[in-house]
């Protein structure tokens, strides 16, 4: 592309997707570079649009391909997209308006609906009309109306904050993991998916987040999946400023399109080694401990499920 993209879409893909995905992944409108980031050994689709860079990653995995994407990422805003979720075709022109109006917000959180996949109708039902960024007013946390987002109606922009990484570590983990969190209540984002960020900052944390990776010497350990809640928490922790407000979340009708699966259809992913990446680079947040310490009773479960699998598939052969 010769001019620089006001967006870039970042997808990390086995190829497999529909080819209805594809078509309305091309209809979103304006200045927009989408990057498609393939596994070794996967031959690229061959898309004809000159909007689209195809890529392949030096390794297979959720981390490794979504950092290629980011790496190549030449627009002033990204938003990682997977390949089987949707965005409204008109994000390019809310994206001018909104950074227009806060040019120092380091995201967008676009308004999300989660649908079945096998809700064909509601998958391809028309977009509604995007609300007027420039109109809306300010929503924000007052000690009247703490969480304004549990009501789910609210009509303006509701600020979101960063996330609240300097809490203390809760040292009951260390002999009962099973406490429910409260430290995370609120509606500051962990995930860096299906929102938009500006892309100085992430490049600013790349090289940080690789660094994250090395354990001793030349051994460096990248985790396969996790790079979603790894990621969002990663740049917040390098640029972190107490209690600041770092964008917007955008009301209702929805801009992203989520597709919900079965939970048995989907790869068993161990966050918790992702998650690990966090607290070694950043010690001094209480937050990311404790997010640490709530999973690892999850480990023994998943390990097991996964044992299951193998003997399953094992014995189907």
């Known amino acids: 592309m010769n001019n620089k993209p006001l967006l870039s879409i970042i997808t990390p893909t086995l190829g497999k997707f ?3 995905w594809l078509e309305n992944l091309l209809k979103v409108e304006g200045s927009v570079q989408f990057i498609l980031v393939y596994p070794p050994a996967i031959k690229p689709k061959n898309i004809d649009d000159p909007r689209v860079t195809e890529l392949i990653s030096p390794y297979k995995g959720e981390m490794p391909q979504r950092f290629v994407g980011l790496l190549n990422a030449q627009g002033d805003y990204i938003l990682a997209l997977d390949d089987d979720d949707y965005v409204h075709p008109q994000v390019c022109e809310l994206l001018a308006k ?3 109006r806060f040019p120092e917000s380091w995201i967008l959180r676009l308004q999300k609906l989660n649908i079945d996949i096998n809700d064909e109708k509601r998958i391809k039902q028309p977009w509604e009309e995007i609300p007027d960024v420039e109109q809306l007013e300010i929503c924000k946390k007052t000690p009247e109306n703490p ?4 009501k789910g109606n609210y009509k303006g922009l509701l600020e979101v904050p960063i996330a609240p990484l300097d809490k203390s570590f809760d040292w009951r983990y260390l002999f009962w993991p099973f406490l429910t969190r ?4 609120g509606y500051h984002v962990e995930n860096f998916n299906n929102i938009v960020w500006r892309n100085d900052l992430i490049q600013q944390a790349l090289p940080e987040l690789s660094q994250a990776t090395k354990v001793i010497g030349a051994v460096t350990w990248i985790p396969s999946s996790g790079f979603d809640r790894l990621s969002g928490l990663f740049v917040q922790a390098n640029f972190f400023e107490k209690d600041a407000v770092i964008g917007h979340w955008m009301p209702k009708p929805e801009q ?7 939970p048995a259809l989907k790869p068993l992913r161990f966050h918790i080694i992702s998650d690990a990446l966090l607290i070694k680079h950043f010690p001094q947040y209480g937050y990311l401990w404790n997010l640490v310490f709530s999973k690892l009773y999850d480990v023994p479960r998943l390990a097991g499920k996964f044992i299951k699998l193998k003997l399953v598939k094992k014995r189907q052969r």
């Open 256 to 262: 992203i399109r989520y597709i919900d699966k079965d």
């Open 182 to 185: 409260e430290d995370n209540d």
């Open 98 to 100: 909104y950074f227009k």
């Open 147 to 150: 969480y304004p987002y549990q």
């Open 18 to 20: 529909s080819n209805y």
